[in-house]
Nanobody, 129 residues
């Protein structure tokens, strides 16, 4: 089992920045992909970014809507994945969820939330105009 705990959400003005953290605990050695999804009120959950790895190789994949503004990183020693969000827009307002899966997911798979085994409780990000 793996547990995920997100933090770092809050209220920020448009153009501002936030950094989200996702701390993983438990059988983290069994993971191959971690990702961030978000869900705005009245909308379906959508993919934001995925970080996949095997051995010494790591790949990142971003949704088009956040490319150039969001950056994902991973601190192996702390079992933590970070999401640095810059140039935030009101349309980025959502609950952000951290997700993790046992498999290393590739194109066509990392964007689907049903391919992830574990989810955090979510953290609210609100961007005011």
């Amino acid at each position: 089992q793996v547990q995920l705990v997100e933090s770092g959400g809050g209220l920020v003005q448009a153009g501002g920045s936030l950094r989200l953290s996702c701390v993983a605990s438990g059988r983290t050695f069994s993971l191959g992909t971690m990702a961030w999804f978000r869900q705005a009120p009245g909308k379906e959950r959508e993919f934001v970014v995925a970080l996949t790895w095997t051995g010494g190789s790591t790949n990142t994949y971003y949704a088009d809507s956040v490319k150039g503004r969001f950056t994902v990183s991973r601190d192996n020693a702390k079992n933590t994945v970070y999401l640095q969000m810059n140039s935030l827009k009101p349309e980025d307002t959502a609950v952000y969820y951290c997700a993790a899966g046992h498999l290393r997911l590739y194109s066509g798979y990392y964007g689907r939330d049903d391919n992830y085994n574990y989810w955090g409780q979510g953290t609210q990000v609100t961007v005011s105009s």
